[in-house]
């Protein structure tokens, strides 16, 4: 994230869906910032937004947005229902071993 303050990070595993091979991965959050002028939807006043990033899995990062800064952050740390979205292509492991999710 570059240019961008991150503040949260949790370390974890995947492997692709039928495979073996486990690789390491890094879930970012960003802080939140206030959405400015350049955003192409309308927003109230104070309306904030986050930056997500998935370092060293190959899908996009992206930007959650919210009411507040507190909304904005309180979606973006809420990272298994991102990381569900993502489980049909792959399966997520702790460091440790165990899997990410009670599945």
Known sequence: MSGIQT????NLCF???GKHERKTFAVRVSAPRLVDDSANFSFDDGAAV?????NGLNESSFE???????H???LAVDI??????M??????????GEPYFDE
Request: glycine share 6%.
């Open 7 to 10: 503040i949260a990070e949790r």
């Open 15 to 17: 492997s692709l869906k």
């Open 50 to 54: 986050c930056t997500i990033e998935f």
């Open 64 to 70: 959650v947005h919210g009411i507040d800064s507190i």
């Open 72 to 74: 904005a952050l309180a």
């Open 80 to 85: 298994d229902t991102h990381l569900k979205g």
């Open 87 to 96: 489980s049909k292509k792959y399966d997520f492991y702790w460091l440790t």
